[in-house]
């Protein structure tokens, strides 16, 4: 794939020192975006919950027997007003684990929906495939060499001139943000520079080295990144303070989706968000409406409803995503745990979601009715859905450039814009 000089001047030839870092190596000190106003625009966030989250206990089937007879130690009680610990109903056949209450309000608000029995078509039940998969957008292909979200990157120009178009919260870039548009990982906005005491002195030696090069490429580039320097130390990361009473968890999830809400929030051109959250690979005492499954859901779901308080109005122009590399068994295992499966749920939430609804084809847990007698089953590909939101929420039209090799149909979209 070619790649500029500029493009590479820009993001990996000056690799000198910082904290954070980008596609191609580029310390953090030389990227920090141009912070000045502009037109209020789309952000897509996508949010991937590593190890393989367990659909099934998420949303809950409390409407389908069979679902009782696989899981006899671990599935969540059927829903019974009052009770605790019992699912939480949304439509009569499914239901959200009693850990996922501040969805619940979402859901009931229009704007949470669930699309069911979703996920990648690929059969792989290898973590490290099935990531690279979802992230790639090329399932069953291992050489792919760019991620889905920079590829839409790459067809599409930016509103604007910013370095902070895509970011990924995380300490190295996700597959999913790697290939030649640029792109940012912070995994703190508080430590993004060059640290120590002496960093400004450092700063202005650097900028003065670079704008003696003499290079026609290298010196407007260092100047157009070391101008950004100032404009986003203005942000002030540590003085932002949540609105409307939103409260996030101080590390993990919390943290990235407070810095992605900073971001959106201060104008600075973020169309692109990327977060992960670990810790789903539940082999052994998953838990059933407590236990560990249930913990995390708790900070998973609070942190989640934190951003979107937090967002208040602005989430009229936010999509949220959510993702998994794949779903568990339906059966849970001799330790009270499930193993690698298929099909998924995915959560969907903003102002322009059609929520309030469960999407999707249910296939049902009957016998002949799993994949390979033993999972859910998967009846929505995510790059449909992902289709849908690119083409809905940000306006992309060449989709088979961001998905190589797979025939977009709006036929096979299920509606989930255009609340």
Known sequence: MPVSRRYFLKSGAVALAGVGSVAGGLPSFLVRAAASSGARGK???????????????????HGESRYYDLRPSIAIPRPAKGVSGTAIDLDGLFGLHPALGPFKKMFDDGLLAIVNAAGSPDATRSHFDAQDFMETGTPGVKNTRDGWLNRYLQQYAPR????????????????????????????????????GRHAEVAQKGLQRLYAGAGDDLLTPTASETFEAVHALSLLDYEAYRPANGASYSGRGLGKS????????????????????????????????????????????SGDVAAFVTDMGPRMDDVVVVTMSEFGRTASENGSRGTDHGHANALFVMGGPVKGGKVYGDWPGLADDRLHEGRDLALTTDFRDVISELLQGHLGASRLEAVFPGYAIDARRYRGLLGG
């Open 160 to 195: 604007r001139q910013t370095n902070f178009r895509a970011v990924s919260s995380t300490a190295q870039m996700p597959r999913i943000l790697g290939g030649r548009a640029p792109a940012l990982a912070i995994a703190d906005l508080s430590k993004f520079g060059i640290p």
């Open 43 to 61: 952000t897509l966030v996508v949010l991937f919950q590593r190890g393989a989250a367990d659909g099934l206990n998420i949303v809950v089937p």
């Open 257 to 300: 989706l407070r810095q992605i809400a900073h971001l959106i929030k201060a104008d600075v051109g973020l169309e692109i968000a990327f977060a992960e959250i670990g810790g789903w690979d539940h082999h052994v005492k998953e838990g059933g409406a407590e236990g560990q499954l249930s913990n995390l859901l708790r900070r998973f």
